[in-house]
């Protein structure tokens, strides 16, 4: 057992936590707690995650992590390829200005042909000979055809009764249905290092995730009236996933700037360092 195997087990034991209670608080399995304690770092899904482990182990057993990371630097591995999140993020927001340069440029351009119209149009409309406005009386006089007849005055001279006109029914409305309420993503509160989410307004979670950054290790539980794993494993850049739960939901991210997160059309802020996040999602059904 590692030098820091035993300052994490010793915290546990005086604190008196299991490691099937520490599994439960920390949402990591009972064997990478073990291989954290017996400092068997292979064992764990990539060295990213043996800090992220590391430290939520020591938050969860009362000791400060980011002393407990700084006094044993040198036996932790240190994770990789963390410098090339800068980079894609300089290249993704060039990208989204040049879009937005062009979009501005495209509808100025369009603008600038309605306006050119509008004056063209107006221009013939106030001139064009046809005008009812322009147009002069005719010396002719009217033609007998050309006259309007009133419809009294023809039924008395010819002595017939006069027929009565047919009244236009009037159609009943039809009511229109009340729209159906717009469904709510609310952030409740941040305790013991997990968000919390409350859903309302829907039937299910529709969780979408996308991995941007570097690979990232994902947990998705379902907690119903049984707590089950809907989805474990290592997702890499490009990937992107979608989970319907239909209960709430306790996600896990081993390194949370590494993703884009969205749940039921709402965009859910995750975090921009990497470390691991918590997320449970209540959905509060009607």
């Known amino acids: 057992m590692s030098d820091l195997g035993q300052l994490l087990r010793k915290a546990r034991m005086e604190n008196k936590i299991s490691l099937d209670d520490l599994q439960e608080t920390t949402k990591i399995r009972k064997r990478y707690l073990e291989a954290i304690e017996d400092g068997n770092y292979k064992v764990l899904p990539g060295t990213f995650y043996v800090r992220a482990f590391i430290k ?3 938050e969860a057993v009362g000791l400060d992590p980011n002393e407990v990371l700084r006094l044993y630097q040198n036996v932790i591995p240190a994770h990789e390829q963390e410098q090339l999140i800068e980079p894609i993020r300089s290249k993704r927001t060039r990208r989204n200005t040049e879009k937005i340069g062009k979009w501005a440029s495209n509808v100025m351009m369009v603008s600038f042909v309605v306006l050119i119209l509008g004056i063209i149009y107006y221009y013939l409309n106030m001139h064009y000979p046809g005008n009812p406005i322009d147009a002069k009386p005719s010396d002719e006089p009217n033609r007998v055809t050309d006259k309007k007849l009133d419809p009294s ?8 009764a006069a027929v009565p006109l047919t009244e236009k ?3 009943p409305s039809v009511p229109t249905p009340p729209p159906a309420p717009k469904i709510e993503v609310k952030f409740v509160k941040s ?6 989410y409350s859903v309302s307004n829907a039937d299910k979670l529709t969780i979408q995730m996308k991995v941007t950054g570097e690979a990232c290790w994902v947990q998705i539980d379902s907690l119903g009236q049984e707590r089950n794993i809907v989805e474990q494993g290592t997702y890499t850049n490009g990937k992107s996933q979608t989970w319907e739960v239909a209960n709430s939901a306790f996600l896990i991210f081993g390194r949370s700037n590494a993703i884009e997160l969205t749940v039921n059309g709402t965009l859910v802020q995750v975090g921009d360092t990497p470390n691991a996040k918590r997320i449970q999602i209540d959905l509060q059904k009607v």
């Open 56 to 58: 939520s182990y020591s």
């Open 153 to 160: 005055s023809t039924n008395l001279n010819s002595g017939s």
């Open 169 to 171: 029914k009037t159609e």
């Open 191 to 196: 305790q013991s290092g997990t968000d919390y």
